[in-house]
């Protein structure tokens, strides 16, 4: 239950509609439990013989508090449901905005299914105990309490009797609230990983229905909602016993009064009307009692999944500015990247599901801790060209993140013009910098909102998709610059999307664009007409652009050649065919390919 005291705060803007809400709960019990004693009046009215008027007094008065009641019900619902809501989507806001913080290492590691599923599934659990669970706990105890007072005035000795055998709720309680709390986690972790399934399933549809996997999916999802099924049962049949024990109890209490209290009515100790008017108090007891099952089972979910979102706000992002952070100095179109005998090392995780997911293609996140690059140092001037060329694996997409700090290095120190980049506002820095990274990620939106993402005008974006070969493309769509794509740009082909994506970068003309392959689904005749337009587009500014064509970056001013994330070789295109090394044995391979597949 500790869990759930994280809500607390959540709920200092609503007071005042809590406040209300717990107000009309308590006046709806009190008129609740009003009745008994107008039954009791009415029917001790009729023995003794009392007239019509007094008879039908008492049913208006019935009828009066009925009305009333139901009007604070309403209010009860309407103001502590309606709060639940509200800090449901005050909940939702506050884990969006943070999992917009955590940085690249924490998605690496975690399942984007198990993610929507903490967001749907446990923020659904987590309302219930917020608001539901509240209301039907203080109708419970208020209820009960007036119910028992009222009994106490009727008979002390009937009260004690219907109260005996409710003495083992507590230890009821006890015992099958903590197995509800542990089964319900388990259900929630394997709605995790059933979200995870269906999510990779229809985002990787392409990839099973070309491997002819679709019976083997459907079979591996039909198993794993057995499972769901089997451990939602499981939970269904403890929640089972809870009730009827709850009942049982209650029953052998209203057994108790039945037979005791019938003999003092006989004896004339107790008149018809009070013995009456306590079987409903009673029932007005026994019945919150029964749901405090059902109120115990919300809240033991509610702990449960508010548990899990806490492992989430407990994250903490590992990218992080520092408290008194440098600013750049003032600069012309382009600015200086150095690196200083870095070196980097992706944590062991041991599954490959951890592997970040930017860097698949370098080969990084291997189960044992090693390191990606090793002592790399190289500077490019404000407005140069770094072209980095390399075997798969070679540590290229690694290098080009630890720029942005979408990752920091293990050792030694990035720079741009000559501030280290920790010492830097994150903000701050990838403002400077468009990236495009491996995987061309579009939005389910139109193609001008792409492309104008990050807040650049219209004006700019259609520049820089002129850059990119891309403003013929669009204007041949039917719907133009308006054309909606579909989810993560499935309506375009490979080479569309790497251009869409270059646009939105280019969009923003920053001092520093980084291209991670990011033509490599271009064929080579809009590959060269691109690279023509970045060197008119990219007049001042720096680049870096790895590439595992040679041609996508022979006109860099400066080229690094990356094995196993060691610097190889360097220099210029001229210069480097002339060492007759890797980099040439590498042209000549690409060249005999192409000889090969135009024959």
Known sequence: MRALRRLLPYYHPYRLQVAFGLGCVVASVTLFNAIPTLLREAIDGLRTGAGAP????????????????ALFRWQMRERLNGVSRRIENDLRDVLFAHLATLDAGFYARTRTGEIMARLTNDLGAVRMAAGPAIMYLTNTIFGGVIALVFMLHISATLTGLALLPMLFLPLVMLKLGDAVHERFEAVQAHFGDLTTRSQENLSGVRIVRAYRQERAESERFAAMSTEYVRL????????????????????????????????????????????????????NLTWPLIALGWVTNLFQ???????????????????????KARALPPAGAGRAI??????????????????????AGDGAGEPQRRDVLHDVSFSIPAGGTLGVVGATGSGKSTLLELIPRVFDSTRGD?????????????????????????????FSDTLLANLTYAGTSEDSARWAAGVAQLAD??????????????????????GQKQRAATSRALARRPAIVILDDALSAVDTHTEAAILRGFREALAGRTAVIASHRVT????????????????VERGTHETLLAQRGKYWALLRRQQLEEAVEAA
């Open 473 to 494: 493309t669009i204007a041949a769509f039917p719907g133009g610059w308006a054309t909606m794509l579909g989810e993560r740009g499935v309506n375009l082909s490979g």
């Open 414 to 442: 990035v720079r741009i013009d000559g501030v280290p980049v920790t010492s830097l506002d994150v903000a701050a820095l990838r403002r400077e910098i468009g990236f495009v990274p491996q995987e061309s990620l579009l």
């Open 552 to 567: 996508a970056i022979r006109e860099a001013t400066h080229i690094i050649v990356l094995d196993e994330g060691r610097i």
């Open 301 to 323: 979910r509610g702990a449960a999944s508010m548990g899990r979102l806490n492992e989430l706000l407990d994250e903490t992002p590992a990218i992080t500015s520092p408290a």
């Open 232 to 283: 939602n049962m499981r939970l269904a049949r403890l929640y089972g016993v809870m009730n009827p024990a709850f009942t049982v109890l209650a029953g052998l209490g209203a057994a108790a009064v039945l037979g005791i209290g019938g003999a003092f009515v006989i004896q004339g100790a107790m008149t018809v009307g009070a013995f009456v008017a306590f079987g409903f108090y009673l029932a």
């Open 54 to 69: 007094a008879v039908w007094s008492v049913a208006v008065r019935m009828v009066g508090v009925t009305l009333v009641m």
């Open 338 to 359: 150095e690196f200083r005998h870095v070196s980097f090392a992706y944590p062991a995780r041991g599954v490959a599901r951890d592997r970040p997911p930017s860097t």
